[in-house]
Structures are given as C-alpha cells and as structure tokens.
T-cell receptor, first 116, second 112 residues
C-alpha cells in the first residue's frame, strides 16, 4: 500500500521569506506522479505543482518549486517570497499503484501560516 | 467556466438519517471522484465514476453509494448516518484517467 507522510503539522513564515514543506512517500511503482495541493480556508483543493517521477529536473511554478529525490522518496515543496495568500493547508499526494491521477493518496497536511 | 460545483455547501443531519450530496463536474470532464476529509486529516478516496459506472472504490462501507448521470454530474448518498460521517466531502472531476483532477469547494456535513 502506498503511503504519504508529512511530518510537519504546522509551520509559519514571515512574509517575503522562503519556507520548505517536507513530504516522504512509499510506492512500489517505478513511474508515477507526485502532487502538492493547497487548501485555503475556502476549502477548495488547488493543484500547486506536479512532478513526474521519471523526470530528473525538479518542477517549478513561479514561486513554487520542488526538491524531488527519487531514491530517498522525498518530495519537498519550497515557497519563495511567501505571500499572505499562501496561508493554507498544504497536502502532498500521489496516485496509488496502478491508479489514475485522480484517485489520490494524501498526506495529513501541513498548516502554513504566513505572517505580515 | 464555473469549475466543479458542489451542493449544498453545508448540511446538518441527525444520526440514522440519509443524505445526498451533489456534484457538477468542470465543463469537458467525464470522470468524477468523491473524497471524505475528516477534520485535521487529508482527503480519503471514496469512489470514482466514469461512464455512469462505479470504477474504483476506496475502503468505505456499502452505506456510501453513488450515481453518475448522462450529463456526467454525480451524487453521493450516505445511508444510516453515523456521527463519524461528519466531514468535508470533496468532489473532483477530470477528463478520463490519468489527467489532472479539479476539486470543488466541498460540502460540510455535520451529523448530530
């Protein structure tokens, strides 16, 4: 069974600073996707960034980037120049074995607070 | 494009009752998945519908059932509600398997 572990229940950062959220996972698949989702108080789950496991290059989306270490099964999210609107729950997720990307296994989440 | 819409946004039910939650997928999407998110937890997969059939199911009892209509919208039904069914229920839609899922804002169900 696939597992996703987020070891930081809560984190805080000052506006404009950089913060890194950790995620480790376990899977027997050799090719898979990894996702970071953001869930603000509005409750809607929003895809922040996606990484394909076969790609060596770390994914980047504007201020969001990942540090993907396949051998260590680690997938951390770095948020640069943090903004107040980044305050949210962040979930790491991956598809289960032989599943499509819409059937996801989520971690328990990290609550990020950006302070002014 | 309205994205994924869910109704109602909030719901309070009594233990033992039945509830129906509704989801309209994003335009162009034909696959709908339902998730249960308990307070302080990540979402847990309930089931997925494609071509009006349940294609995959998570570890949820038969009290949880669903339906997908020809217009791809979907319903989640929960019978014999338990206090432990109190949660945020999220609907996600996508186009076929293996593509990005878009989530709705969820329905907050409280069972008293």
């Amino acid at each position: 069974a696939q597992t996703v572990t987020q070891s930081q229940p809560e984190m805080s950062v000052q506006e404009a600073e950089t913060v890194t959220l950790s995620c480790t996972y376990d899977t027997s698949e050799s090719n898979y996707y990894l996702f970071w989702y953001k869930q603000p108080p509005s409750r809607q789950m929003i895809l922040v960034i996606r990484q394909e496991a076969y790609k060596q290059q770390n994914a980047t989306e504007n201020r969001f980037s990942v540090n993907f270490q396949k051998a260590a099964k680690s997938f951390s999210l770095k948020i640069s120049d943090s903004q107040l609107g980044d305050t949210a729950m962040y979930f790491c997720a991956l598809p289960p074995e032989q599943g499509g990307s819409e059937k996801l296994v989520f971690g328990k989440g990290t609550k990020l607070t950006v302070n002014p | 494009d309205a994205g994924v819409t869910q109704s109602p946004t909030h719901l309070i039910k009594t233990r033992g009752q039945q509830v129906t939650l509704r989801c309209s997928p994003k335009s162009g999407h034909d696959t709908v998945s339902w998730y249960q998110q308990a307070l302080g937890q990540g979402p847990q997969f309930i089931f997925q519908y494609y071509e009006e059939e349940e294609r995959q199911r998570g570890n949820f009892p038969d009290r949880f059932s669903g339906h997908q209509f020809p217009n791809y919208s979907s319903e989640l039904n929960v019978n014999a509600l338990l206090l432990g069914d109190s949660a945020l229920y999220l609907c996600a839609s996508s186009f076929r398997v293996g593509t990005e899922a878009f989530f709705g804002q969820g329905t907050r169900l409280t069972v008293v």
